[in-house]
Structure formats: structure tokens, C-alpha cells
């Protein structure tokens, strides 16, 4: 497969050696992803304070926090499952 990607490639013109000033794809690409980059970084920071939080707490807290996290997320599964 790769080999079939790099023959149409090669045929339109690329070659890797010559990169030079291209029309900005890059830069396009990168202001692109930015914002599903910054939601993953908040996503994972998130999940990482919360872990930080269950370590400080005892093992009933996290239960109870674990079941209101459940609890607030139940509308949201309802109305996603009417759509």
C-alpha cells in the first residue's frame, strides 16, 4: 500500500529532498488541529486533577464523587440516545 502512495506521489511531482516554501499546508494544518490539540491537553490535564484529588481523598469520597459524576452525565446519555 505504501508503495502505491508513493508512486502516485512521486508522479505528481514530490520529491522529499526539495521542500522548500510550500503555500503554507503546514501552518494551515497546525491552526487546524490546534483546537482539538488544547481539548485533549484540557481532557487528560482534567483526568490528571482528578486522580491528583481521589489520592488525597478516602476510598468513600471517590465512590460518592464517582456516582455524582454519573449522575450529572445520565441527561446527556438520555438525550443522545432520543437523537
Do not use: F
Given at each position: 500500500m505504501p508503495l502505491l502512495l508513493l508512486r502516485s506521489t512521486w508522479s505528481q511531482g514530490w520529491r522529499p529532498w526539495k521542500l522548500g516554501r510550500g503555500s503554507g499546508a503546514g501552518r494551515e494544518l497546525l491552526a487546524r488541529m490546534a483546537p482539538l490539540f488544547g481539548s485533549n491537553l484540557a481532557s487528560?490535564?482534567?483526568?490528571?486533577?482528578?486522580?491528583?484529588?481521589?489520592?488525597l481523598l478516602g476510598e468513600g469520597a471517590v465512590t460518592w464523587l464517582n456516582l455524582a459524576r454519573k449522575l450529572i452525565n445520565l441527561p446527556l446519555v438520555a438525550l443522545m440516545s432520543l437523537n
Open positions: 487528560h490535564g482534567l483526568a490528571l486533577l482528578e486522580r491528583m484529588v481521589a489520592s
